[in-house]
């Protein structure tokens, strides 16, 4: 267990402001007090289309209005932000003493003053050696500024990161950083700056040989700097023991705001799928994280004739399904109200990995 941490049991968080704006967590991820990468909701908001996603989808004949299979998913996955957290992990996160720590080439700036340009971000930061600056949101309309107030600097080398980390200040417990960014209108503005040590990707807990997906959870909306170590303990906190704990990383090993888990029992798993979301809260942030179960590649488990792109959680179904067995099995009222779980559509937002595209060793 996490020093400071501690469960506490059935706990309603009844924020009133997330109710009366789902949208809130995600847009307050671009205020200038960005806590953390907020790359988790950043791509969630994108995939908000009503554009067909399925290029064959519009010649099925179907009874229920196009792509509303696949909007519930999508609709779903924004759950996060306004369902109320059963579980909740209250405490502090123990600090990392790395020995050798490599880091990734990308790194987060939080908090950049508004109207800081490209040319100065690699002016200032180039210093510490060549490097590439990723600005999400940086489109047409906002040509010149970050427009959500965050970017990422994608360094050439590795040794760039660790010369950053030592010209910048130090928050007192050492575990957050800063660097003085200056644009035209504001001069000298502490900028959040957030590194990821590689090896913080992955733990494994107890050595195994193989990882089942049937005992694996994907957990979305990860806070930025939250170790796979740690996801471990919070998740074995909570349900029981972990096998494996992994963040999903981009091409630059950098976390995306996802993870899974893999835990020993099935018991553990249907507890943590049940629960489907668990509140974090350190002294550094507090975030409510959701728990979904991982999905594979399957048939329909009705048909057994067609993919079963399809997942219902629920405890009565459980079960993968394609289109027209969603549709025929949830046409009893009692069963309507469930929602179909997805795998994230590719193409929808090629930014976004699947949850399946992280996990190869999954069988
Ligand atoms: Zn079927
Ligand atoms: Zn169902």
């Not at 508004?114 to 180039?126: C, G, P, Q, R």
């Not at 970017?151 to 990161?161: A, P, Q, R």
């Not at 959701?290 to 459980?318: K, T, V």
């Not at 079960?319 to 997805?342: A, F, G, N, R």
């Amino acid at each position: 267990m996490l020093p400071g941490l501690q469960v506490e049991g059935v706990k309603l968080d009844t924020d009133a402001c997330l109710k009366q704006n789902p949208l809130n967590t995600f847009t307050n991820a671009s205020s200038a007090q960005v806590e953390g990468p907020p790359q988790a909701e950043g791509p969630v908001v994108g995939c908000w289309s009503t554009d067909p996603i399925w290029p064959g989808w519009d010649t099925l004949a179907l009874n229920k209005p196009k792509f509303c299979i696949e909007r519930e998913a999508q609709l779903h996955k924004q759950a996060a932000a306004v369902n109320d957290a059963i579980y909740t992990m209250e405490g502090h996160l123990p600090p990392r003493h790395y020995k050798n720590p490599v880091y990734s080439c990308k790194v987060f700036l939080g908090g950049v003053p508004w109207d800081i340009t490209e040319a100065s971000v690699l002016n200032t930061f180039s210093v510490f050696g060549p490097l590439k600056v990723d600005w999400p949101g940086k489109d047409g309309n906002h040509p010149r500024f970050a427009p959500q107030g965050y970017m990422y600097l994608l360094f050439d080398w590795e040794e760039s990161v660790k010369s950053l980390m030592q010209a910048c200040a130090q928050s007192d417990d050492n575990l957050e950083f800063y660097y003085k960014l200056s644009s035209r209108q504001i001069h000298s503005k502490d900028v959040r700056v957030i590194p990821w040590v590689i090896s913080d990707s992955s733990f494994i807990h107890h050595p195994i040989q193989h990882l089942s997906c049937s005992k694996t959870v994907f957990v979305g909306a990860l806070h930025g700097t939250l170790n796979a170590e740690s996801l471990a303990h919070i998740m074995e906190e909570l349900f029981g023991e972990v096998m494996y704990a992994g963040i999903d990383t981009d091409k630059h090993k950098y976390p995306i705001g996802s993870g899974r888990v893999t835990f020993r029992s099935q018991r553990s798993y249907l507890k943590a799928v049940t629960a489907a979301f668990v509140q974090i809260k350190t002294l550094k942030f507090t975030k409510k994280v959701q728990i979904d179960p991982y999905l594979s590649d399957s048939m329909c488990q009705i048909c057994n004739s067609q993919p079963g792109p399809f997942f219902c959680r629920a405890q009565a179904c459980f079960k993968y399904y394609c289109q027209s067995c969603w549709y025929w099995q949830h046409s009893l009222d009692v069963l309507s109200s469930h929602q179909p779980l997805m795998r994230n559509q590719k193409g929808l937002n090629p930014n976004k990995p699947t949850a399946a595209g992280v996990g190869k060793s999954l069988d």
